[in-house]
């Protein structure tokens, strides 16, 4: 079993920045691959990024390139989100998943989530 738990949304302005953690506790393995995605209001949920166990493999929504950036502290089992020049189109629930492949679906690990709202 694998928990997540996120943390650091909240309510910004157009253009501030936001970092997201999202903790992580239970079997390493399953924490090989983390991403994050994103779900806003009458829309479905939608990649953000990920990253692998090394932090060498990386990848973004073309939304989100050039203003986040993923990383990983796996001493800390620590997932990071840096939002950086948000805008109010990035105003979504975000939650981070824990994949031991590089695809992460219902039967993965799911946190619940944090709300980012961006006004303008």
């Known amino acids: 079993q694998v928990q997540l738990v996120e943390s650091g949304g909240g309510l910004v302005q157009a253009g501030d920045s936001l970092r997201l953690s999202c903790a992580a506790s239970g079997r390493t393995f399953s924490m090989k691959y983390m991403a994050w995605f994103r779900q806003a209001p009458g829309k479905e949920r939608e990649f953000v990024a990920a990253?692998?166990?090394?932090?060498?493999?990386?990848d973004y929504a073309d939304s989100v390139k050039g203003r986040f950036t993923i990383s990983r502290d796996n001493a800390a089992n620590t997932v990071y989100l840096q939002m950086n020049s948000l805008k109010p189109e990035d105003t979504a629930v975000y939650s981070c998943a824990a994949s031991p492949k590089w695809n992460w679906g219902p039967n993965d690990y799911w946190g619940q989530g944090t709300q980012v709202t961006v006004s303008s």
């Open positions: 990253i692998s166990w090394t932090g060498v493999t990386l």
